[in-house]
T-cell receptor
Framework: EAGVTQFPSHSVIEKGQTVTLRCDPI?????LYWYRRVMGKEIKFLLH????????ESGMPNNRFLAERTGGTYSTLKVQPAELEDSGVYFC?????????????FGPGTRLTVT | TQLLEQSPQFLSIQEGENLTVYCNSS?????LQWYRQEPGEGPVLLVT?????EVKKLKRLTFQFGDARKDSSLHITAAQPGDTGLYLC??????????????FGKGTTLSVSS
């Protein structure tokens, strides 16, 4: 079974530019999550999709972030316009239910640097 | 705001020693998951505990969920250099049936030297 994949692995952009991150979940996983880790801080939740619907987007920092999951398969996270504080590692995870608990499996992350 | 306090932040030990990592909160979690992360990779799930007082063993690793489901510990027996890495605890908020968001601790960086 292929794991969660993310693209690109690294992205360096200038302040004010736009970046789009992509996540392909494990096949058959309806739940997809985005998280972010900024330097020195813990990994923080951004949002949660169930199929193509946003179940919880309480962690999205502001309206410069837009997440989509058309068709309930892969997801994109767009940052427009990017700011310096958006730098960090963005993780995607998908989950399956096992013994009554949803277990989340993470991708390798996209390291975003805004200069 | 729910927080998970993880300690110690750094741990450097010799091969063969035992160690315990703690994860504490004032909040109740529906589940507690432990991950291990290598540089440049995403967190890899080690175990999920759900029931208060639950103990799970994975070879030399023993995981425990507190009776009140507010704290957890990871104990490694006879640590080996291959155990080196970042260990993360993460608590599930909401109900297990909902596929919940996770609250992460800051992690414990473990270094085991031979």
């Amino acid at each position: 079974e292929a794991g969660v994949t993310q693209f690109p692995s690294h992205s360096v952009i200038e302040k004010g530019q736009t970046v789009t991150l992509r996540c392909d979940p494990i096949s058959g996983h309806d739940n997809l999550y985005w998280y972010r880790r900024v330097m020195g801080k813990e990994i923080k939740f951004l949002l949660h999709f169930v199929k193509e619907s946003k179940q919880d987007e309480s962690g999205m920092p502001n309206n410069r972030f837009l997440a989509e999951r058309t068709g309930g398969t892969y997801s994109t996270l767009k940052v427009q316009p990017a700011e310096l504080e958006d730098s960090g590692v963005y993780f995607c995870a998908s989950s399956r239910i096992r013994q009554g608990v949803y277990e989340q499996y993470f991708g390798p992350g996209t390291r975003l640097t805004v200069t | 705001t729910q927080l998970l306090e993880q300690s110690p932040q750094f741990l450097s030990i010799q091969e063969g020693e035992n160690l315990t990592v703690y994860c504490n909160s004032s909040s109740v979690f529906s589940s507690l998951q432990w991950y291990r992360q290598e540089p440049g990779e995403g967190p890899v799930l080690l175990v999920t505990v759900v029931t208060g007082g639950e103990v799970k063993k994975l070879k030399r690793l023993t995981f425990q969920f507190g009776d009140a489901r507010k704290d957890s510990s990871l104990h490694i027996t006879a640590a080996q250099p291959g155990d080196t890495g970042l260990y993360l605890c993460a608590g599930g908020v909401g109900t297990n049936q909902a596929g919940t968001a996770l609250i992460f601790g800051k992690g414990t960086t473990l270094s085991v030297s031979s």
